[in-house]
C-alpha cells in the first residue's frame, strides 16, 4: 500500500529564506505525486504534481519539486518566501487507476516570520 | 471559486439531529470524493464515487450515508453523530483514470455539541 512520510509538522523562515518542504513515499508502483497547499478555513489547492517525464516539477506561486526516485522523495522548495506562503502543505501520492485514489501525509505548517 | 462549492460552510448540530451536505461540481468530473479532516489527524478518506456509483466505502460508521444522485453532486446525509464527528469535511472531484489531482471544496466545518 501507499503511504506518505512528510517531515516536521511545523517549519518556521524568514521572510526571504529558502522553503524547504520535506516529503518521502511508498508504492509499490510508480508513484504519481502531489503537493497541496491549504489556507485557514479553506480547502486544498493543488500546488503541482509528478506523473511522468521530468522529474524537476514547476508549480504556482514560485513553488517547486523535485522527484527522486532513488531517494523516495518529492521535496518541496521555493527560493525566497513570502508572508502569503504562510499555510499548511499537504503531499499525495496516488497508485492512478480508476478512482486515481489519493493517499495524504500529515501535513507541514509553514510559519513565515517577518 | 474553485469549481468544487459545498454547503453550508459552516454547521451545528445536536447528536438527534439528522442534517445533510451537499457538494457540487460543473468541472466535467466523474469521480467524487468525502474526506474528513480531524486537528492532528490525516486526511480520511471517506467515500468515493466513481460514475456515480460508490467504489469505497473505508470502515466509515453508517451514522454517515452518502448519496450520489448524478455525476455533479454528492451528498453526505449526517444522523446521530457523536462530539469526535466534529471536524472539517471535504468534498472533492476528479476525472477518472487521469492524474491531474482532485478539485477541492472549501469544505463544511460541523461541530455536534
Known amino acids: 500500500a501507499q503511504s506518505v512520510t512528510q517531515l516536521g509538522s511545523h517549519v518556521s523562515v524568514s521572510e526571504g529564506a529558502l522553503v524547504l518542504l520535506r516529503c518521502n513515499y511508498s508504492?509499490?508502483?510508480?508513484?504519481?505525486l502531489f503537493w497541496y497547499v491549504q489556507y485557514p478555513n479553506q480547502g486544498l489547492q493543488l500546488l503541482l504534481k509528478?506523473?511522468?517525464?521530468?522529474?524537476l516539477v514547476k508549480g504556482i506561486n514560485g513553488f517547486e519539486a523535485e522527484f527522486k526516485k532513488s531517494e523516495t522523495s518529492f521535496h518541496l522548495t521555493k527560493p525566497s518566501a513570502h508572508m502569503s506562503d504562510a499555510a499548511e502543505y499537504f503531499c499525495a501520492v496516488s497508485e492512478g487507476g480508476a478512482t486515481n485514489k489519493l493517499i495524504f501525509g500529515t501535513g507541514t505548517l509553514l510559519a513565515v516570520q517577518p | 471559486e474553485t469549481g468544487v462549492t459545498q454547503t453550508p460552510r459552516h454547521l451545528v448540530m445536536g447528536m438527534t439531529n439528522k442534517k445533510s451536505l451537499k457538494c457540487e461540481q460543473h468541472?466535467?468530473?466523474?469521480?467524487m470524493y468525502w474526506y474528513k479532516q480531524s486537528a492532528k489527524k490525516p486526511l480520511e478518506l471517506m467515500f468515493v464515487?466513481?460514475?456515480?456509483?460508490?467504489?469505497e466505502n473505508n470502515s466509515v460508521p453508517s451514522r454517515f450515508s452518502p448519496e450520489c444522485p448524478n455525476s455533479s453532486h454528492l451528498f453526505l446525509h449526517l444522523h446521530t453523530l457523536q462530539p469526535e464527528d466534529s471536524a472539517l469535511y471535504l468534498c472533492?472531484?476528479?476525472?477518472?483514470?487521469?492524474?491531474?489531482?482532485?478539485?477541492f471544496g472549501s469544505g463544511t466545518r460541523l461541530t455536534v455539541v
Open positions: 472533492a472531484s476528479s476525472r477518472e483514470r487521469v492524474n491531474y489531482g482532485y478539485t
Open positions: 509528478y506523473t511522468t517525464g521530468a522529474t
Open positions: 508504492s509499490s508502483v510508480p508513484p504519481y
Open positions: 464515487y466513481s460514475l456515480e456509483e460508490r467504489v
Open positions: 468541472l466535467g468530473h466523474n469521480a
